[in-house]
């Protein structure tokens, strides 16, 4: 896959360069907003009004649940920036691009919040990599927030009922996140953390 590809890329540079942890983070930034813009992309559906963007399945969910949990600030920043960028390639209105970016952040904050307390309770053992913690706090809570918030702040540009986007928003998100996000994290979390990839704090 591209993601566990170029991750590899990252570990390898690590182990074979001296760079400090803020550029071997900034890299990783990079890298990760790459993924994200190309898994948003899949993912978007062009329309005349924002909130009938919501896509139908939306791979970028995948990388929202993960990112935040194991880069932590890093992991937000990537996520909110990569949808600020597909937002303004695909819809180009600052409406759209408002609308979307807050979501994104509570997407991203959540997971990183609860995660950043777990990890400095256990460390990068397996009760931080189980299943249910992520289920909950890395896609269901997360995405309920985004899809609420996204909802309410981008209902104005249309006269559906509340209740269409927001669930076609968890249903663009969750299943696919549960489905792809959840073995990448679990398999190639641990894997990450061990090369000193993965960040216990929230920059650190």
Known sequence: MVCVALLEVIGEEKMETTESPIKRNILITIVMITISVILCTLGFKTALQPIDSVAIIWPGAILHAIAPILFGAWGIIATVLAGII???INVGTFHAVAGYAFPDFLQAFIPALYYRKLIRQYGWTNKTFQFFPFL???VLLSNIAGAISGTFILH?????PLWTPF???LIANVPIAVILGW???HYLGPTMAEEGLAIKGWWR
Do not use: N
């Open 136 to 138: 909950i706090y890395g």
């Open 86 to 88: 597909v937002d303004f």
């Open 167 to 169: 669930f076609r928003w």
């Open 156 to 160: 104005s540009s249309t006269d559906a």
């Open 183 to 185: 073995p990448l994290f």
